[in-house]
């Protein structure tokens, strides 16, 4: 499976990536990941930015003025590590830089492979990798996560709060025809729309009438619905039953995260922020980790194949393929940190990885 999630154009072979480490275990995983990318494409441009919990603890700056601009304007990609630090403890620094990329590059497209490698990760039992390899667009800047709503007679016992869900025509139809974009693109012929339109009637109608209208453009493509209820217990009972999964903002994080754990658990997920011919966000699934942080014993493998996902949706899925088999051959040969049962260290799987890559 490529992640390559536009029609691929002549692959650049000096692309301009800014690099955030970031908090936690964020620098400790993306430096591996970035000697994998380093390795295969010797001509890719990197600046590091310091940005994070130390920099907003040192000056009180989460994102310089001007700076989303400048990534919008003048790179490819993002590589970030993981925000969040128990120092801040709103994370302010992960809210700006985090959700403001993802709200001011319109980064409509979570992507979220869910591949399982080594079937001995799988927590279902009699599961290979031929029975979880799906993908998921997860709508990424609207549903319940937008902020809008209030609360009313706070603190008091007649409290009110209220948190809106926003769907939009716009929203839901860009997202949907992504996910039908790429089926048709790779061959990879079903796509999975969840919702709670029994419940939800209103926007969730939307999303119904959307994906139909949408669908009957790929005519090609089969086609099917779950509640978002039924599709949880369907990924655990037949996980081999999904290709392409759509859905919004809420239910993509909830099931994406089921969906790590079938894959190995979140040291293995990565997840791309994408608007098509714009300037993306690659990070790890998992989050800057502060009990292990600066220990030199974080899973990079996660950040690694992020990396992958980046150089696959630059133009070059062989790379992102030459990155997936070196971290099987690595986990199938025990070379691991010790999450998963292993001693080497987060360097060390780092090096395993480069010397499997071919
Ligand atoms: P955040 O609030 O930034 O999401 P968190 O610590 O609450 O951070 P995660 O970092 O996603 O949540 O993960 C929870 C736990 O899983 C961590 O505390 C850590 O023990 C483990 N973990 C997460 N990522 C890794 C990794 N790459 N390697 C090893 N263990 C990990």
């Not at 430096?31 to 990318?37: E, F, I, K, P, T």
């Not at 120092?87 to 992960?94: G, K």
């Not at 279902?124 to 031929?130: A, F, I, T, V």
């Not at 070196?326 to 070379?335: G, K, T, W, Y």
Request: glycine share 12%.
């Amino acid at each position: 499976m490529t992640t390559a999630n536009a029609p691929s154009t002549a692959p650049d072979a000096h692309p301009r990536i800014a690099v955030v480490g970031g908090d936690g275990i964020g620098p400790e995983v993306i430096a591996q990941g970035l000697r994998v990318v380093t390795a295969l494409l010797p001509g890719v441009h990197l600046e590091h930015f310091d940005l994070g919990a130390d920099r907003y603890l040192r000056d009180g700056v989460t994102m310089p003025p001007g700076l989303m601009e400048r990534w919008r304007d003048e790179f490819d990609a993002i590589y970030l590590g993981a925000l969040g630090d128990p120092r801040v403890p709103d994370n302010v620094q992960a809210r700006d830089i985090l959700l403001g990329a993802r709200f001011q590059l319109d980064l409509y497209i979570n992507l979220r492979p869910i591949q399982l490698l080594d079937p001995r990760r799988c927590p279902l039992k009699d599961r290979g990798p031929e029975d979880v390899d799906m993908i998921v667009f997860r709508e990424n800047t609207e549903g319940l996560y937008t902020g809008i709503g209030g609360q009313f007679k706070r603190d008091t016992p007649d409290e009110v709060a209220i948190e809106a869900e926003i769907n939009t025509r716009k929203g839901v139809e860009r997202i949907v025809r992504a996910a039908f974009e790429y089926a048709r693109r790779t061959g990879r012929g079903k796509v999975c729309m969840s919702d709670k339109s029994n419940a939800m009637r209103h926007g969730h109608d939307l999303w119904q009438r959307v994906f139909r209208q949408v669908a009957a453009e790929y005519p090609e493509v089969e086609t099917r619905h779950l509640y978002v209820d039924v599709l949880a217990m369907e990924m655990v009972r037949a996980p081999q039953q999904f290709e392409v999964i759509v859905t919004n903002n809420l239910f993509g994080d909830i099931i994406t995260d089921l969906g790590a754990v079938l894959q190995g658990g979140i040291g293995l997920a990565g997840s791309g922020n994408i608007h098509p011919g714009r300037v993306g966000l690659f990070e790890p699934v998992h989050g800057s980790a502060p009990d292990i942080a600066g220990k030199g014993i974080a899973n990079p493998m996660a950040a690694i194949l992020t990396a992958g996902m980046m150089l696959g949706t630059l133009g070059h899925p062989e790379l992102e393929a030459r990155i997936r088999d070196a971290v099987r051959a690595c986990l199938e040969a025990d070379l691991v940190t010790p999450e998963l049962g292993g001693r080497l260290s987060t360097e060390e799987v780092g090096t395993a990885v480069l010397d499997r890559l071919g």
